[in-house]
């Protein structure tokens, strides 16, 4: 399943904390946990299996520990304590021990744990102000090169920009069909009637589309919008670019028009949690804009307001990426990205959310 083989979305980073949380991805539980951090700084995370090697307790229930012998997770049904980053087992001579493994059993204080008492131990790392999960290893005769680290978003490491997470949506519909509705200009004036576009100014141009197995690419896309931006009187052509470089993924360039202050960045990452069910955010990143955090966060959260109920009211809820078949589903001259999207999750070998 090559969905098992490329990073996911799994929680905001701000979201975990002191105390472990469970999720599930892909079918697979997970308990998430966080080691202390130093001088301020967030500590590394951790995503294992939900599930004590010992008597299956879930491990999300335990809590985190740090003391001399470093971070661990401990078991809330016995107390066995399993390794972080660093941790040392009591008693262990050897230095640091491979993280996941057993280091203590409070009931046989002087018990040093065998290698196979270890947790089952996953790939871990946080980005884009999310943690980010692979459940395997690519097969690189799979999965290309380009999958091999999660979705690049330049504007969150630039200083210059503002940053901020906005969600978790929780969708009733397949990760691709949230995918395509985010590339589709043509929904504008309709869904977002007043706000984004407008019916009287349905025309969009689909610019240059680019098509490879690291993605998607679409720029010299515009779409003509009531306000362009805040201190605007008039619409105007608004320019987009766009980028899908994950099957779950998609980032659009918002180019500021004459006059405007204000340059957008916004990605959409999506957690797969089913193949009709999803959890989305979006990472935002600004040039200029006033708004305070809490007004950005309340216009997507309508504007998503305004596509959750057309996205779920889709059929069928998978998308449709065959050219032929009951299922098959027609297009318009403004469906090149959508297109063109559907083509690379065929190219990759999706299997998840579409038919």
Same mark, same amino acid.
């Given at each position: 399943?090559?969905?098992?083989?490329?990073?996911?979305?799994?929680?905001?980073?701000?979201?975990?904390?002191?105390?472990?949380?469970?999720?599930?991805?892909?079918?697979?539980?997970?308990?998430?946990?966080?080691?202390?951090?130093?001088?301020?700084?967030?500590?590394? /995370?951790?995503?294992?299996?939900?599930?004590?090697?010992?008597?299956?307790?879930?491990?999300?229930?335990?809590?985190?520990?740090?003391?001399?012998?470093g971070a661990r997770l401990e078991c809330p049904y016995h107390g066995w304590q399993f390794a972080?980053?660093?941790a040392a087992a009591h008693g262990h001579h050897g230095g640091p021990v491979a993280v996941g493994r057993c280091v203590h059993v409070p009931a046989a204080p002087t018990f040093e744990s065998p290698e196979r008492h270890a947790a089952q131990v996953f790939e871990a790392q946080e980005r884009h102000g999310l943690v980010w999960v692979r459940l395997e290893r690519p097969d690189l005769t799979?999965?290309?090169?380009?999958?091999?680290?999660?979705?690049?978003?330049?504007p969150w490491s630039d200083p210059l920009w503002r940053q901020l997470i906005c969600g978790p949506y929780e969708v009733a519909t397949s990760a691709p069909r949230l995918v395509e509705n985010f590339l589709d200009l043509s929904h504008f004036g309709f869904v977002h009637e007043g706000w984004l576009g407008a019916r009287h100014h349905a025309q969009v141009d689909t610019g240059r589309v680019e098509e490879g197995m690291d993605g998607v690419h679409a720029r010299d896309c515009k779409a003509w919008q009531?306000?362009?931006?805040?201190?605007?009187?008039?619409?105007?052509?608004?320019?987009?670019?766009?980028?899908?470089?994950?099957?779950?993924?998609?980032?659009l360039h918002k180019d500021a028009a004459e006059g405007d202050p204000v340059s957008n960045a916004i990605a959409l990452f999506i957690r797969p949690d089913g193949p009709e069910a999803c959890t989305a955010w979006f990472a935002m990143a600004t040039l200029g804009d006033l708004s305070d955090d809490e007004?950005?966060?309340?216009?997507?959260?309508?504007?998503?307001?305004?596509?959750?109920?057309? /996205?779920?009211?889709?059929?069928?809820?998978?998308?449709?990426?065959?050219?032929?078949g009951p299922i098959a589903e027609v297009h318009g001259p403004a469906d090149r990205m959508s297109s063109a999207y559907r083509r690379y999750l065929a190219r990759v070998g999706v299997a998840l959310g579409v038919c």
């Amino acid at each position: 399943m090559v969905e098992r083989q490329l990073w996911h979305p799994v929680i905001a980073g701000i979201h975990l904390r002191e105390a472990p949380v469970a999720v599930e991805l892909l079918g697979q539980a997970l308990v998430l946990w966080r080691e202390p951090g130093h001088e301020g700084e967030a500590g590394g /995370v951790h995503a294992w299996a939900d599930q004590c090697p010992h008597r299956g307790a879930r491990l999300s229930l335990g809590r985190v520990l740090t003391n001399l012998h470093g971070a661990r997770l401990e078991c809330p049904y016995h107390g066995w304590q399993f390794a972080g980053h660093g941790a040392a087992a009591h008693g262990h001579h050897g230095g640091p021990v491979a993280v996941g493994r057993c280091v203590h059993v409070p009931a046989a204080p002087t018990f040093e744990s065998p290698e196979r008492h270890a947790a089952q131990v996953f790939e871990a790392q946080e980005r884009h102000g999310l943690v980010w999960v692979r459940l395997e290893r690519p097969d690189l005769t799979q999965v290309p090169p380009s999958l091999a680290q999660p979705p690049a978003f330049a504007p969150w490491s630039d200083p210059l920009w503002r940053q901020l997470i906005c969600g978790p949506y929780e969708v009733a519909t397949s990760a691709p069909r949230l995918v395509e509705n985010f590339l589709d200009l043509s929904h504008f004036g309709f869904v977002h009637e007043g706000w984004l576009g407008a019916r009287h100014h349905a025309q969009v141009d689909t610019g240059r589309v680019e098509e490879g197995m690291d993605g998607v690419h679409a720029r010299d896309c515009k779409a003509w919008q009531p306000r362009a931006y805040a201190g605007a009187q008039d619409g105007t052509w608004v320019a987009y670019r766009y980028t899908v470089p994950h099957p779950f993924a998609a980032v659009l360039h918002k180019d500021a028009a004459e006059g405007d202050p204000v340059s957008n960045a916004i990605a959409l990452f999506i957690r797969p949690d089913g193949p009709e069910a999803c959890t989305a955010w979006f990472a935002m990143a600004t040039l200029g804009d006033l708004s305070d955090d809490e007004e950005l966060r309340a216009f997507q959260d309508a504007v998503f307001a305004q596509d959750r109920p057309i /996205v779920e009211s889709q059929t069928p809820k998978r998308l449709p990426i065959g050219q032929d078949g009951p299922i098959a589903e027609v297009h318009g001259p403004a469906d090149r990205m959508s297109s063109a999207y559907r083509r690379y999750l065929a190219r990759v070998g999706v299997a998840l959310g579409v038919c």
